[in-house]
């Protein structure tokens, strides 16, 4: 009965605002509705989709708070395929220690066909309920909380999810937990690529992680220096990168930094085609997945405990279907289907300081 309250309060925008004010809800029915959300004995904690350095701290958070809050805690393994299957382990503050440090996710990721159909997503529900999971964390990107909003308008199960993902793309928060790693993995990666392109007179394209965003190549390019930074944001301009290698007698090593949507062929066939302008030996580098792993920095295991135990609080105090994220330093809950519609936009002032920086 309860969640199916709330889940008509998430559907009724004019009633319902970001965190605990339900403008035209009593204050006697708040009350009701928190103390019997506060009630809540049991929940579930999964990832889902790519994995990202800084999960297994999420978890790590999400685990003792619960466990602080008296509310025992289910790891669901495999994201939405172990929901499916039934794949649940029983977590305790013991079950995470000696994780916080780890890369990748204690409790496994991957994609599920089967729970992209309604007769999956009922399965998994039907699994969650015998289990008595009265609410879940989710944690990942943009696809993991699709999946998510489907189960709470579908089965009424409550969920609020932590931003797990290396591409910093979802909207509702500054930063995403494992994006300032696979920054500085890749920064690290083109110092060393600059001291052989310098050694050679070469020029490298190296082509990171960012299909449909372009924050990793826009922080990457600038911080390793490059000559010139392709993100999907902007439309691929060939001739502006031919112009930007040639120009000032500029026939010497440089760095071209490419988000991996930008081209059709990416950064091979880029490079493939400007060989015919650029007489200067190149070489393609790919850093692909090894963005993804690794330890993760102090600046994303300190948000991933952040979130995680944010994530927690919030569904003791009755915030469902939303996404805990952080907002110049301060703890904000968005409507999980927000986090998705609404595209989050590049910093323009970065844009055009790239520009300045690569003369």
């Known amino acids: 009965m309860i969640t199916q309250i709330i889940i008509k309060l998430q559907v009724e925008p004019h009633v319902r605002q970001i965190g605990l004010h339900f ?200 911080a390793g220096g490059a000559e010139y930074i392709a993100i999907p944001e902007i439309e691929e301009n060939f001739e502006a990168i031919r112009q930007k290698l040639t120009s000032g007698g500029r026939q010497r090593s440089s760095i071209v930094v490419i988000a991996e949507g930008c081209f059709k062929g990416g950064a091979v066939d880029l490079a493939r085609r400007m060989s015919e302008f650029v007489h200067l030996h190149y070489r393609v580098t790919v850093l692909g997945h090894i963005q993804r792993g690794g330890s993760p920095t102090a600046r994303d295991r300190v948000l991933a405990a952040k979130l995680g135990s944010a994530a927690v609080e919030a569904l003791l105090h009755a915030e469902t279907n939303v996404m805990a994220g952080e907002i110049n330093g301060n703890v904000v809950l968005t409507p999980m289907r927000d986090t998705w519609e609404k595209k989050k936009a590049v910093d323009n002032s970065l844009v055009e300081l790239s520009q300045v920086l690569s003369i």
Do not use: W
């Open 23 to 222: 403008g035209a809800i009593n204050d006697k029915f708040m009350r009701f509705l928190k103390e019997n959300m506060s009630k809540i004995k049991k929940i579930g904690v999964y990832t889902s989709g790519g994995d990202a350095p800084g999960m297994n701290a999420a978890l790590r958070a999400i685990v003792r708070t619960a466990a602080y809050r008296g509310i025992d805690i289910v790891g669901i393994q495999h994201g939405y395929n172990g929901m499916i299957k039934g794949d649940f382990v029983p977590l305790g503050p013991r079950s995470v220690s000696n994780i916080i440090q780890r890369g990748g996710t204690l409790l496994k990721t991957a994609r599920s066909q089967e729970f992209m159909t309604r007769e999956g997503r009922a399965k998994a529900a039907a699994n969650l309920k015998s289990q008595g999971i009265e609410g879940l964390v989710a944690i990942g990107g943009n696809g993991t909380f699709q999946g998510a909003t489907l189960l709470h308008d579908e089965h009424m199960i409550p969920t609020v999810g932590v931003p797990g993902t290396i591409d910093n793309d979802l909207y509702g928060t500054d930063f995403t937990v494992g994006y300032d790693t696979a920054i500085n993995t890749a920064v690290e990666a083109i110092d060393k690529i600059r001291d052989t392109a310098d050694a050679h007179d070469r020029v490298f394209y190296v082509e990171v992680m960012g299909r449909d965003a372009g924050f990793i190549a826009l922080d990457v390019g600038i």
